[in-house]
């Protein structure tokens, strides 16, 4: 479970046998990478087009040039997938 947790994106995600799913990080903490990245890690609502998901970490595009906003993708000045 620690390598999922480290996972900055929310890509990797588990859930417990019992049913229980990850416990966000509170209070909801935001930083921003040296190449753009905008990390997050909370009770996030994260509004896509199709649709809102709950997460618990994610990895915004903040250069705007991503194709799956408000995800980062990796195609602008970042360079790297998250
Ligand atoms: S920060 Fe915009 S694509 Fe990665």
Not at 18 to 45: F, K, M, Y
Not at 58 to 76: E, H, R, W
């Amino acid at each position: 479970m620690e390598i999922v947790r480290r996972c900055t994106s929310g890509a990797l995600r588990y859930r417990m046998a019992n049913g229980q799913t990850e416990n966000p990080v509170r209070p909801t903490a935001v930083a921003r990478t040296d190449s753009g990245q905008i990390l997050v890690r909370g009770d996030l609502r994260v509004e896509t087009a199709t649709g809102p998901r709950q997460e618990t970490r994610a990895t915004l595009c903040g250069c705007g040039t991503s194709a799956n906003t408000p995800y980062c993708d990796g195609s602008g000045p970042c360079g790297s997938r998250p």
